[in-house]
């Protein structure tokens, strides 16, 4: 980042942020662009009010005293000259403790105009859904408005009527003031119409709305007592919107209520403020009560918790998700950005209002510092997220998990207990607090530098492991044996007939394919699931804690070598394509493979999407915005969450006219319900393009050689909405019609699944696309004479908690069994016709399938033991249900404990899973 970059963060993005917050949260209550410009404007000019009338009071000071002095200071203009004049200036100034540049004063109102101008300028511009909004007479909220027309000449009207309410705002301002005092505002307001005049009407019109507030503010300035107005004002506001949002919401809308509720109490600060300075008053001793660093630490902490600690605990948690195989920007990038903008939100601006206030209410933002410092760091460290949401790289959840009532409850009276404290203690003394947050300050510091460490270590050996990357050359042969396995990444099993009922073509296009739904995995996660796929028995859960003297590392490397080495020991040429967790990292280290002259492992995710170059530019700036919002988002108290999540936007709006100012997509998905959206997920587009792109790195070749090819794709792992019927990738989606008249879809043999939900409906989407997308393989298979002669394993490492079948949730726990159902579909050499099996199956039954009847004998090349399922026949199989998803140890020698079932024959019914502890 530049140093001009830096200081617009830092001074102007806090401020866009702000605006975009109010502006989103008005759309989302009142869904009507010009009614938002009008909250806005109103939420806006009485947010910064305190601040304005304390630069209008510095500036009567200043003004004062000029006028105090001027009568001296114009007879020693007039009867002095030279050195003697400035001499004598310089004396008198002195004594009356005045300095020429105090003049400054007077402009302190026009300054802090400016950087709230930009940043309104620079949201407001470019904002989407003014585009094409009519207002009264002006018919595009995103254009001038070009009101008057003369001839061929077309005038815009609001700039005229803004300029005009500002000149009369200062007017009324600077009444008996001399007309050198008046000249900087008439100039100022000249210079906005110049800079507005040719701006959106919605722009300018919002600027109007501020000029007409700062006309009411003057005006009420003239009158008696106008602080005791403003408060009573605010007040009435404040009630109101708390009264509306009883009356409004009281249907279950809790959200909406939350933030009018709070709204209500902000507005209702002015006076809450004069009590609460009473409250932490003791016999009027204000030294005791105010030590002059303590604001500054506690905004400092604030920062520094929200800027540069939580948004490197999440990318220091999985360094590799927030890096791209073609672009690796080093994510320390985010981090810079986030701290920028947190400083200016905490340090900055709240210290613009701190300076500025008087002593009194610098008392009440010194205490609501340490409070805020205190309940913000309890919200993050005690009442922290529920593990089973997983968090993509633009910091949304897979799936959104509101906090409960309880956990809502209990947080906020935490939170008022130690408001309550903090006052009971201030009331005496506020150093023990300088003391408190200095320490925290220094600890949080401390674990910000751990974790920027580990940060820069990971990118290095992200750097490196990258720097070999090759893309995949995948040979099947037309005359010898060719074994594929292609391991669907949460690809749920349950959903077969439902897709293949909905595009019966899928049919034939499987022909030879037996499908196993009786299946399931020994654990709901990759780092579970993926060894047992590709090493079979020895390699699940239950046998991987059994070796507890051998690192997790080490077992998982094991099996991932197991098949290709197995196969090219017995003369297959064998290749493996993005195998999972490689040498235990999130992004694998294939030089595990080195060293084996027949196995060949490739990188496909990621090369293939041509859309990596819109992507990166554009979740890049997601991310700049988003990683401070998460940080607001996490040390909110739970009641706010969903306020401040938004479904994954974070209160954002489309700040272009199409949605995608670098290309055809936006990035990442917005969804609106379950049948619309808008934009794509890029983690979907880097598998999917993958998987698309099978037979541009398929060779067929005409010899009796044999193959092996293993592969790893996430295209089904994603929730992402597609456009129906044809499942295809589209920048608006609106399946409306389509879901309303195709319901029975989801009905099969008199089995219906719950589609209630966008993720329920993004899977069913993104698994029916993989299938459609490996039909295109399998036509280029069959054209080219290289089916029969292919075994072909469809597998995946685990299912999901879709909740597709109320009656398979294990109520003791609310386990969700399809968590562990994923798909294992078989098609062998040369068998036809597509089968359901409902034989009893888990996906360790892989390396068994792929190898029976052409590798005789099997035995695991690293330990010794035959390679069988005979286990499986051995009693009811354990399966894992441990949150702890996460690849971050790798000295690890056991899985992270978790919950722990048994189950046999039929997966189906409820009653053959058995809970057997948490350990």
């Not at 400083?343 to 209410?361: A, P």
């Amino acid at each position: 980042m530049s140093f001009w970059e830096i200081l617009n963060t830092i001074i102007i993005k806090p401020l866009e942020l702000l605006f975009e917050f109010i502006f989103s949260m008005s759309y989302s209550i009142i869904p009507n662009p010009a009614v938002c410009l009008i909250i806005m404007s109103v939420s806006v000019n009485l947010l910064i009010l305190p601040l304005y009338r304390r630069a209008d009071a510095i500036q009567m000071e200043a003004r004062e005293k000029e006028d105090k002095i001027r009568p001296v200071t114009d007879h020693i203009k007039k009867y002095f000259k030279g050195d003697e004049k400035v001499m004598m200036l310089q004396s008198y100034y002195k004594e009356m403790h005045y300095h020429p540049l105090s003049s400054l004063k007077s402009l302190t109102s026009l300054l802090l105009q400016i950087p709230f101008f930009m940043a309104a300028y620079g949201f407001l511009s470019h904002l989407a859904l003014l585009d094409g909004w009519k207002m009264g007479w002006i018919d595009n909220l995103l254009e001038p408005d070009g009101l008057l027309v003369i001839g061929s000449l077309s005038i815009n009207v609001l700039p005229i009527l803004m300029t005009v309410i500002n000149i009369i705002s200062s007017e009324i301002y600077t009444r008996g003031q001399p007309f050198k005092s008046k000249i900087v505002l008439y100039l100022s307001a000249a210079i906005f119409l110049v800079l507005l005049y040719n701006s959106p009407s919605g722009l300018v019109f919002y600027w109007t709305l501020n000029n007409l507030f700062s006309l009411v503010k003057n005006v009420i300035s003239r009158m008696k007592d106008p602080a005791l107005i403003f408060k009573i004002i605010c007040s009435v506001m404040g009630l109101t919107l708390g009264i509306t949002g009883f009356l409004l919401y009281s249907d279950g809308k809790s959200d909406k209520k939350v933030f009018l509720l709070t709204v209500g109490m902000i507005l209702m600060l002015p006076l809450l403020s004069a009590l609460f300075v009473k409250l932490i008053k003791k016999n009027g001793d204000a030294k005791k009560v105010t030590p002059g660093s303590l604001f500054w630490i506690g905004s400092s902490y604030m920062a520094v918790l929200t800027g540069i600690l939580i948004p490197s605990d999440v990318i220091s948690s999985c360094t590799e998700d927030f890096l791209g195989s073609i672009n690796a920007l080093d994510p320390t990038h985010y981090i810079i950005y986030s701290a920028c903008v947190s400083f200016g939100f905490f340090v900055l601006w709240l210290g613009v209002f701190y300076l500025l206030m008087d002593r009194d209410t610098r008392r009440v933002f010194t205490l609501m510092a340490v409070c805020v410092s205190f309940v913000s760091t309890l919200d993050y460290m005690v009442f922290g997220m529920d593990k089973k949401g997983m968090m993509n790289a633009e910091l949304g959840f897979d799936r959104w998990i509101e906090p409960d009532s309880f956990l809502k409850l209990i947080s906020l009276v935490s939170a008022l207990s130690i408001i309550v404290l903090m006052i009971l203690i201030a009331r005496f003394s506020m150093k023990p607090f300088v003391i408190i947050v200095s320490a925290g300050l220094m600890s949080i510091a401390i674990l910000c530098g751990i974790n920027l460490v580990r940060i820069h270590n990971d990118y290095n050996e992200y750097v490196r492991i990258m720097a070999n990357t090759q893309t995949p050359d995948v040979k099947i042969s037309k005359n010898g044996k060719n074994v594929v396995v292609l391991m669907m990444d949460r690809a749920i099993g349950a959903l077969v007939p439902y897709i293949f009922n909905e595009k019966p073509e899928l049919y034939e296009a499987f022909d030879g394919f037996t499908y196993y739904p009786n299946t399931i995995s020994h654990g709901i996660y990759t780092n579970f699931g993926a060894p047992e796929l590709y090493g079979g028995y020895e390699y699940n859960t239950t046998s991987m804690n059994l070796r507890s003297d051998e690192k997790l590392k080490d077992k998982h490397n094991e099996a991932l070598l197991l098949m290709p080495v197995v196969f090219s020991e017995n003369g297959y040429e064998s290749v493996t394509i993005d195998p999972p967790y490689a040498d235990y990292r999130v992004v694998g280290d294939y030089t595990i493979f080195d060293g084996y002259e027949h196995i060949h492992a490739y990188r496909a995710k990621e090369l293939y999407n041509p859309y990596w170059e819109d992507a990166f530019v554009q979740q890049k700036a997601v991310r700049e915005r988003n990683f401070f919002c998460y940080s607001l988002f996490r040390i909110a108290l739970p009641l706010y969450r969903e306020i401040l999540y938004d479904e994954g936007r974070y209160n954002s709006v489309e700040r272009s006219k199409d949605g995608s100012e670098t290309g055809e997509y936006s990035f990442p998905q917005y969804r609106y319900g379950i049948s619309a959206a808008k934009g794509v997920l890029n983690t979907f587009m880097d598998s999917y393009t993958a998987l698309e792109a099978m037979t541009s790195f398929t060779t067929i070749v005409d010899d009796s050689s044999d193959y092996f090819v293993m592969m790893d794709n996430t295209t089904p792992h994603n929730f992402m909405l597609l456009q129906e019927p044809d499942y295809t990738v589209a920048e608006v989606v609106d399946n409306t019609a389509y879901d309303e008249a195709n319901t029975d879809r989801f009905t099969v043999n008199g089995r219906t699944i719950s589609i209630n939900n966008w993720y329920q409906m993004g899977l069913y989407h993104t698994n029916a696309a993989m299938y459609r997308s490996l039909a295109k393989w399998f036509s280029y298979l069959k054209e080219n004479g290289a089916w029969d002669n292919t075994r072909i394993i469809i597998v995946a490492d685990h299912g999901y908690e879709t909740g597709y079948y109320s009656d398979l949730i294990y109520q003791e726990t609310g386990f969700d069994t399809e968590y562990a159902n994923p798909v294992l579909m078989v098609k062998d050499f040369n068998s036809t016709g597509f089968v359901t099996s409902d034989e009893f199956m888990t996906n360790a039954d892989t390396p068994t399938l792929a190898m029976s009847g052409v590798i005789d004998d099997p035995v695991n090349p690293f330990t010794g033991n035959p390679i069988n399922n005979d286990d499986k026949y051995s009693g009811p199989q354990n399966v894992l249900a441990s949150y702890s998803w996460w690849i971050t140890d790798r000295e690890a020698t056991q899985f992270e404990p978790g919950e722990w079932y048994t189950v046999h024959d039929n997966i189906f019914d409820i009653n053959n899973w058995e809970y057997q502890g948490y350990h």
